[in-house]
């Protein structure tokens, strides 16, 4: 594999991703990596294929084609004497174990407290001890400023706050990768700061790699090390935010962006 600019192995490789629906094919041979530690929004119009990409990670979504390896092994497939060999799913599930991500709508367990949707997976996935398990949801609620709602079921909080708890649930999981698909697009513009702000402290604070789909500029901007454009499932340009947001290269990007500032 070919070393990250860093020199070590990536987070995160695609090699020559395929992904089709029926028979249209959304990436077409989609090549990046993902340093460890480092942050990467992912922008580009409706469509593009962002949220196809964090659920090939996730492994929601099965590849058609191509490789995902992260810290260097493979996420769903290998290379094996010349063929393309499907993986396990138990060994499939191990990968995922350490990637956690955060949906547009929050996915809470409906009937499941609070604490309960934190402990679910680190009790039964994990196989932490359920002591365990609590204190650490309560350090993770106290984290997202929750810690009065432990015992509140979800559709009782705003959405805001839903919000909060799954990215605490994410963290439960100790993710060394946290996929984030457009965790503040669904909020009232009132309820958007407290999550971002939560974000840039798990930004600040850890060095979890995080592929974040988002709007949110200046958020981008100030948390992420780089950018990436895509349109229609390939990589139109990418570089540091401050020159991708501010002289874009590509007549798309400029329009784009320009989009989404209004
Ligand atoms: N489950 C699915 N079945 C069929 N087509 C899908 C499915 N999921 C996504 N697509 C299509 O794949 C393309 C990329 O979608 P998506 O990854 O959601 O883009 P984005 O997140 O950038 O808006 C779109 O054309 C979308 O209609
Ligand atoms: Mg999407």
Do not use: W
């Not at 094996?80 to 396990?88: E, I, M, Q, S, T």
């Not at 605490?168 to 999981?173: K, S």
């Not at 990436?228 to 540091?240: N, Y």
Request: hydrophobic fraction near 40%; proline fraction near 5%.
């Amino acid at each position: 594999m070919p070393p990250t600019e860093s020199g070590g192995t990536p987070a995160i490789e695609f090699r020559d991703v395929v992904k089709r629906f029926g028979d249209h094919t959304v990436l077409k041979g989609l090549n990046f990596t993902v340093s460890p530690g480092e942050r990467v929004t992912l922008i580009g119009p409706s469509g593009s294929g962002k949220t196809t990409i964090l659920r090939l990670i996730m492994t929601l979504e099965s590849l058609t084609g191509g490789y995902i390896d992260v810290h260097g092994e493979p996420l769903t497939h290998e290379q094996r004497g010349g063929k393309r060999v499907a993986l396990p799913s138990k060994r499939v599930r191990a990968n995922t174990k350490r990637i956690g991500m955060v949906f547009q709508h929050f996915n809470l367990f409906p009937n499941m407290t609070v604490i309960e949707n934190l402990v679910e997976a680190p009790i039964h996935v994990l196989g932490m001890a359920k002591a365990d398990a609590v204190e650490k949801a309560r350090g993770l609620l106290q984290k997202v400023g929750l810690s009065d709602k432990e015992n509140e079921h979800p559709s009782r909080l705003s959405g805001g706050q839903q919000q909060r708890v799954a990215i605490a649930r994410a963290l439960a999981m100790d993710p060394d990768i946290l996929l984030l698909d457009e965790v503040t697009s669904a909020l009232d513009p009132e309820l958007v700061d407290d999550v971002l702000q939560v974000l840039r402290d798990i930004a600040e604070e850890t060095d979890i790699t995080m592929l974040i789909v988002t709007h949110e500029m200046q958020f981008a901007r100030d948390v992420s090390q780089r950018v990436m454009m895509f349109d229609g499932g390939v990589i139109l340009e990418e570089g540091h935010p401050d020159d991708i947001f501010t002289n874009p290269r590509e007549e798309r990007t400029r329009k784009f962006l320009s989009a989404v500032l209004d």
